[in-house]
């Protein structure tokens, strides 16, 4: 399904081809600075022509996400993006989840030796939109000196990230699972405060390959609930691990995020 939605964004970009993606995306990699735990924060910086956007990590049926390639970096064991509170867009009846007008993505960079040089290399195989979507690709390398450039755009991006369930006034939190035919039905029923008009929860299973579908949304009184289809490679009913389950309510100017759903 998911397959299907890709293919569809990709054949609306044909039009575009009278631009090239330097007329729409601007990328650069921020130096940042060193952390007191020894690793690195630099940041990802994506500008983009007016009208575009692009996409959060999990970013709808309609969505094209990110993936990224570190590889060419010099000593960097791993990199964690530290993602800034999206916002849900709606075309043409389908609900995508990204950035308008761009992002700086903050990168936690944990070096194989503490102390030494960084040489950080990425790239990015990424989707931007505005009534048609083209699929981009960026190259960006720096070397990450202790005190570097760009602390002010990274320290923004990294306050504007979700707040934790308790900052957002959680209350209770639960997730009802039945089979259907090729997966899972959840509703997951949130007790939180109106977020804004155009509410959502996004839900996000520990294994990336778990196609979820867009949620349907609904709200009495202080509770929000969101029902989404699970559905896994093989086709067929799984077991959900819920202790790993992430929700994502957005809908105000910062999302809220919650991990764990437990049985109701």
Request: charged share 15%.
């Amino acid at each position: 399904m998911k397959t299907a939605a890709l293919i569809l964004s990709l054949a609306a970009a044909a039009p575009a081809l009278a631009m090239t993606q330097e007329d729409l995306l601007q990328a650069s990699l921020l130096p940042g600075w060193r952390m007191e735990s020894g690793h690195h924060m630099a940041g990802l910086s994506l500008e983009l022509a007016p009208g575009w956007k692009t996409y959060w990590r999990r970013p709808g049926e309609a969505g094209i996400p990110p993936v990224f390639d570190w590889s060419g970096s010099e000593n960097v064991a791993a990199v964690k993006v530290h993602w800034p509170s999206p916002v849900m867009f709606h075309t043409n009846g389908m609900q995508t989840v990204g950035y308008k007008g761009g992002v700086v993505l903050p990168l936690e960079v944990v070096p194989k030796v503490a102390g030494q040089p960084v040489h950080l290399k990425a790239r990015v195989d990424m989707g931007i939109c505005n009534d048609i979507c083209m699929p981009a690709e960026v190259t960006v390398s720096a070397d990450l000196d202790p005190a570097g450039g760009g602390q002010e755009g990274i320290r923004a991006a990294l306050k504007a990230r979700p707040a934790s369930g308790g900052q957002g006034g959680v209350g209770r939190v639960s997730c009802q699972v039945e089979p259907i035919p090729d997966g899972l039905r959840l509703t997951a029923t949130v007790e939180i405060g109106a977020q804004g008009p155009d509410e959502a929860v996004v839900i996000e299973p520990a294994d990336p390959a778990i196609w979820v579908s867009d949620g349907v949304y609904s709200r009495a009184g202080g509770m929000l609930t969101a029902v989404s289809e699970l559905v896994a490679p093989g086709g067929v009913p799984f077991a959900l691990d819920r202790s790993a389950l992430r929700l994502t309510v957005l809908g105000g100017a910062r999302a809220v995020e919650i991990d764990g759903c437990p049985a109701p």
